[in-house]
């Protein structure tokens, strides 16, 4: 993959519920990246005025599509939406709530331009420039979560739960994801280690909110999380994670031992 910066390549999935504060600015921060080719604006049936907001801004910009749940679905049902629907050799998910910060997006998509990453993950946990501090048991959640992940799946994650992870396209579309609420993270890791594709991890910053600020995320979605790692990993094959596994891996597959004859 040419990793020329004009080169329209990249899809940029932005779920959101009720984010009337902040979707202006994430969009218009999204729209000055290189190398994007579209967002996909995911309204989760908002009663906040988010909708109105996005489809405003879609009115003058091409390159924003807006889709609008008629019920409140859940950010992975949302995220399912925005990714069938996206176009881009390069998938990645933002945030509509300024936690992760769009200026990191070049770095993350980088390895996967070059051609040396199939899956990028942001991590919070290794060298960053900026992070909030805030709450300590989050952080001890998601280091037992990401510990637990990393012993099923054998990869040495820093940071499972991040919301930044970026994709080639015909991964996370091919992916058959069924998880609800909150476990798309827990899901999408067990499944691209089934595939034995190339994996990273780069730092980025993060804005943490409180919850007086709107974060949504809870304990009951922590203790869900950590089923859906025994669920996705041991309990769901490789086959039934995506579909037409076996076209997709073998088609990763040759794409590595391009990268190292050229190497």
């Known amino acids: 993959m040419n990793s020329d910066k004009s080169r329209l390549c990249l899809s940029v999935i932005i779920p959101a519920y009720n984010e009337k504060r902040t979707t202006r600015q994430i969009v218009e921060r999204v729209l000055a990246l290189p190398n994007l080719l579209e967002i996909v604006f995911v309204d989760d049936c908002s009663q906040d005025g988010t909708l109105e907001i996005a489809e405003d801004l879609a009115k003058s910009e091409p390159r924003l599509r807006v889709i609008h749940h008629e019920r409140n679905r859940g950010k992975t049902e949302a995220l399912k939406t925005g990714f069938a629907a996206s176009r881009g050799e390069i998938v990645i998910v933002q945030d509509a709530d300024l936690e992760y910060s769009p200026k990191d997006i070049p770095g993350l ?3 996967i331009l070059d051609g040396d990453a199939d899956v990028v993950f942001g991590s919070r946990f290794q060298v960053r420039r900026a992070a909030r501090v805030l709450y300590y048991y989050h952080y001890l959640a998601n280091k037992l979560l990401t510990c637990m992940s990393d012993v099923f799946t054998n ?5 499972v739960e991040t919301g930044y992870k970026a994709f080639r396209g015909e991964i996370i579309r091919s992916m058959v994801i069924t998880s609800s609420g909150f476990g798309f993270e ?9 595939l034995k594709c190339a994996i990273y991890e780069v730092p980025i910053s993060y804005y943490g909110r ?6 949504k995320i809870g304990m009951k979605d922590g203790i869900a999380a950590l089923w859906y790692v025994l669920y996705y990993n041991v309990l769901v094959s490789s086959e039934k994670s995506f579909r ?14 391009a990268r190292s004859d050229a190497d």
């Open 109 to 111: 998509i980088e390895l």
């Open 155 to 159: 990869l040495n994650l820093t940071d």
């Open 186 to 194: 827990i899901e999408v890791t067990a499944k691209v280690s089934k």
């Open 210 to 215: 409180t919850y007086e600020e709107g974060k």
């Open 244 to 257: 037409n596994f076996k076209q997709l891996q073998a088609g990763l597959t040759s794409a590595s031992l």
